[in-house]
Nanobody, 126 residues
């Protein structure tokens, strides 16, 4: 029902930008809130950005505010994360996640997400 595949990760220098993409091959993308979650080595997963099913509401972690922007395109069944002014501490595996509940409010907790992609590595280093 939900199958998420991320792309767009890579190596970037500090201060650079990356745009992550996630495509859902299922048929409920437009009805679900989505999020981007990252996990750095030795650290817990962190929800960095989320968007409601209608794109009317967004959530950003403090670490992402002002630098990251989340968006979704229902026609393309795609989720995006534009990351600017990247820092070495942004290095992590980034996961696309879909909420378990249809038509829910924007999910600001990891518990809201029941579907996950395989992740894409982002490395910020000079």
């Amino acid at each position: 029902q939900v199958r998420l595949v991320e792309s767009g990760g890579g190596l970037v220098q500090p201060g650079g930008s990356l745009r992550l993409s996630c495509v859902d091959s299922g048929d409920t993308f437009s009805s679900r809130g989505m999020g981007w979650v990252r996990q750095a080595p030795g650290k817990e997963r962190e929800l960095v950005a989320a968007i409601g099913w209608s794109s009317g509401s967004t959530y950003y972690a403090h670490s992402a505010k002002g630098r990251f922007k989340i968006s979704k395109d229902d026609d393309k069944k795609s989720l995006y994360l534009q990351m600017d002014s990247l820092k070495p501490e942004d290095t992590a595996v980034y996961y696309c996640a879909s909420q378990s509940q249809l038509y829910g409010t924007v999910g600001a907790s990891l518990r809201d997400y029941g579907y996950w992609g395989q992740g894409t590595q982002v490395t910020v280093s000079s």
